[in-house]
C-alpha cells in the first residue's frame, strides 16, 4: 500500500469514528432528554398564561404531528384579548433537563447553567431569572403592541408590554434582544402595565402565595417521602387549567 493510499486510509477511519462518537452523544443526550417535558404551561391563576418550549426534543415529533421549539416561552395568552402576538426565545442554550420546581417554576437546566421562569398569583409580569457561566440571548419578539423597555417606550399600540431587565439590550422595531451574562440575570416581562414591586419583591409574594395555596390544600393519607409529588400534582393541574374560561388542557402540548 502506498503512503498516499495509507494516509488516506486512515483519515476514512478517523471520519467513521467521529461519526460514532457524534452518533453515541446524539443517542444520550435524547436518552437522557427522553425524562423531561417538551412543554410545560404556567398562569398566574387570574386570567393570564404562558405555554413554555423547554428544548427537550419531542419523541417522534413527525410521527406525532409536534415539532420540537427551541426553549422560548411562546402562546402568551390574555383572557381579554385572547393570545398575543408575542414570545421570548432563548439563543445558545441547549437544555439537558426541564422540570416544575415547588415554587411553581419551570426551570431549564444546561451545561452553563439554569433559567427559571416564574408566573407570580394575581400578578400581570412574568419572569426569566438566569445563573449562568456564559452569555446567552432571550429574544423578545412582538407584535402591534406598545414596548416600554426600562421604562423607555418605543411603539405605541395595545395591549401594553413592559420589559424590565438588569441585561444590555438591543432594540429592533420587531423585536428586543437581551444579553443574558454571566451570573445572576432576571427578565420582566409584565403586560397590561408595570409592576408596582422588584424583581425580588415579586419572587417573595410568589414563593409566598404558591406556598399558602399548597398549605390550604387537602392533604391525603400517603407517606412523606410522596407528598412533593402530590404537591407538584397539584401545581401541574392548577396551571395546565385556562385561568380565565375554567377548562383544563388535555395536555400541554398543542
Known amino acids: 500500500m502506498t503512503q498516499k493510499a495509507s494516509s488516506t486510509c486512515y483519515a476514512c477511519v478517523e471520519f467513521f469514528v467521529l461519526l460514532l462518537l457524534l452518533s453515541h452523544a446524539q443517542q444520550t443526550h435524547a436518552q437522557q432528554s427522553a425524562y423531561y417535558p417538551s412543554f410545560l404551561l404556567l398562569n ?32 402568551v395568552f390574555d383572557g381579554k384579548l385572547g393570545l398575543l402576538n408575542m414570545s421570548v426565545v432563548f439563543k445558545k442554550f441547549q437544555t439537558i433537563k426541564a422540570f416544575l420546581g415547588m415554587n411553581n417554576s419551570v426551570s431549564l437546566v444546561s451545561d452553563i447553567g439554569a433559567i427559571s421562569v416564574y408566573y407570580p398569583p394575581n400578578t400581570t409580569c412574568f419572569i426569566v431569572l438566569s445563573k449562568l457561566t456564559r452569555p446567552i440571548f432571550a429574544e423578545v419578539l412582538f407584535g402591534k403592541h406598545l414596548v416600554s423597555v426600562n421604562r423607555k417606550e418605543f411603539t405605541q399600540a395595545l395591549p401594553s408590554v413592559y420589559l424590565f431587565s438588569n441585561s444590555s ?61 402530590y404537591y407538584l400534582s397539584l401545581l401541574l393541574l392548577v396551571d395546565d387549567q385556562n385561568p380565565y374560561y375554567g377548562f383544563f388542557a388535555a395536555s400541554p402540548s398543542p
Open 44 to 75: 398566574n391563576w387570574v386570567n393570564q398564561s404562558v405555554w413554555i418550549s423547554t428544548g427537550i426534543p419531542v419523541p417522534n415529533s413527525t410521527l406525532n404531528g409536534i415539532p420540537s421549539y427551541p426553549p422560548s416561552i411562546r402562546n
Open 169 to 229: 439590550y438591543v432594540y429592533t422595531p420587531t423585536n428586543v434582544s437581551f444579553s443574558l451574562g454571566f451570573g445572576v440575570h432576571y427578565l420582566e416581562v409584565c403586560l397590561d402595565h408595570s409592576s408596582q414591586m422588584s424583581v425580588e419583591e415579586l419572587l417573595n409574594y410568589d414563593e409566598h402565595q404558591v406556598s399558602r395555596w399548597l398549605s390550604e390544600s387537602l392533604k391525603p393519607a400517603i407517606p412523606k417521602s410522596l407528598l412533593k409529588e
